[in-house]
Nanobody, 125 residues
């Protein structure tokens, strides 16, 4: 049974940092693309950052480029999202997702097969 379990969300002030974690289990993810997505109230789910588990190629949304970093830890089977200089518009539920393909750095949420339950990030200004 595939499980993606996010953690690390919370309430922070604008300008602060947070690190989200996504613990992956239930299958081998070495051939997958892993992504972080977010969804704010009343908005569609949007891609934040993507990484190929093998090889480490990454892609970031323009709104987070230079402030967020996605990474993997093979030994812990965990994907991280380091978020620095958080802005109020970053407030959302953040989801980890897995796509069993590395052919494209896919940004469409519908193309991901596995999802975590989400972790809330709240940013006060």
């Amino acid at each position: 049974q595939v499980q993606l379990v996010e953690s690390g969300g919370g309430l922070v002030q604008a300008g602060d940092s947070l690190r989200l974690s996504c613990a992956a289990s239930g299958r081998t993810f070495s051939d997958d693309t892993m992504g972080w997505f977010r969804q704010a109230p009343g908005k569609e789910r949007e891609f934040v950052a993507i990484i190929r588990w093998s090889g480490g190629s990454t892609l970031y949304a323009d709104s987070v480029k230079g402030r967020f970093t996605i990474s993997t830890d093979n030994a812990k089977n965990t994907v991280y999202l380091q978020m620095n200089n958080l802005k109020s518009e970053a407030a959302a539920v953040y989801y980890c997702a897995a796509r069993p393909s590395q052919f494209l750095l896919e940004v469409r949420p519908s193309m991901y097969d596995y999802w975590g339950q989400g972790t809330q990030v709240t940013v006060s200004s």
